[in-house]
């Protein structure tokens, strides 16, 4: 195994906000952090994993990630998807990938029709994506959420059959903004793509709050760290 840091791309879109945060993160947990810009045709070879953070692309203009999911670089981010590679949205990257058709299900505006920012805490269902493999099924998570357009959506038929696959992976331990059943994020059928609308990036530094995002951090940088493979999903 190679002692080489994996290469993780952080994309930024006009109105990136965290992006900065994100590469920061990753920095501290042992990633090499590589700043990749909207218009960018394609990823270096030797990504291993990829970001899309949170912020306000494109002014959240006709929907949040409406506009940026198609961004030029979202075809290459579609094919490090399609090849297996590990892909995390937070937050306004979780709308980029729900508009872009690479997860499941909307993001509405949140039931009180206000932005919300507090600690919440999240509880683990699936463990069958690399972001949740060094968790159990149970587990606990504080992270910080920021935003107005948080409200997970899905018709019955859809939410069963995500159930049923293990692809809701975490939950709000309360009710925070109206999400179907409290989900707070959701993988793609193979389970290497995860959006979440809690901000891990900020939830690393105990001297700073809650440290629950580093697990789902270090999952990502384990998985880009491997050989490039689909993951299955296999418990909830």
């Known amino acids: 195994m190679s002692d080489r840091r994996p290469r993780i791309a952080v994309v930024t879109f006009p109105g990136s906000n965290d992006d900065d ?4 993160a990753l920095e501290r947990l042992g990633a090499d952090a590589v700043p990749v810009w909207h218009a960018a045709a394609e990823l270096d070879p030797d990504i291993a994993g990829v970001v899309l953070p949170g912020g306000f692309s494109y002014g959240d203009y006709l929907r949040s990630g409406a506009l940026a999911r198609s961004a030029r670089v979202m075809d290459a981010v579609r094919a490090f998807a399609a090849g297996g590679g590990p892909v995390l949205g937070i937050c306004n990257g979780f709308q980029i ?6 997860l499941p299900g909307v993001l509405r505006p949140n039931r009180q029709l206000e932005f919300v920012c507090a600690d919440a805490t999240v509880v683990v269902e699936s463990t069958g994506t690399p972001f949740t493999s060094r968790l159990a099924a149970g587990d606990e998570l504080v992270i910080p959420i920021k935003h107005g357009e948080g409200n997970w959506v899905a018709d019955d038929r859809l939410y069963g059959e995500l159930v049923e696959r293990g692809q809701i992976v975490l939950r709000y331990r309360d009710d925070v903004n109206g999400s179907r059943e409290r989900v707070a994020g959701v993988a793609n059928r193979a389970g290497n793509v995860l959006g ?10 105990p001297w700073l709050g809650p440290t629950g995002g580093v697990p789902l951090l270090e999952g990502l940088i384990a998985a880009a760290g491997e050989p490039v493979a689909a993951h299955a999903l296999g418990s909830h």
Request: glycine fraction near 4%; aromatic fraction near 0%; hydrophobic fraction near 45%.
């Open 97 to 102: 990938l729900c508009e872009a058709g690479l």
């Open 196 to 205: 979440l609308m809690p901000h891990p990036e900020h939830a690393v530094d």
């Open 21 to 24: 945060d994100a590469r920061l």
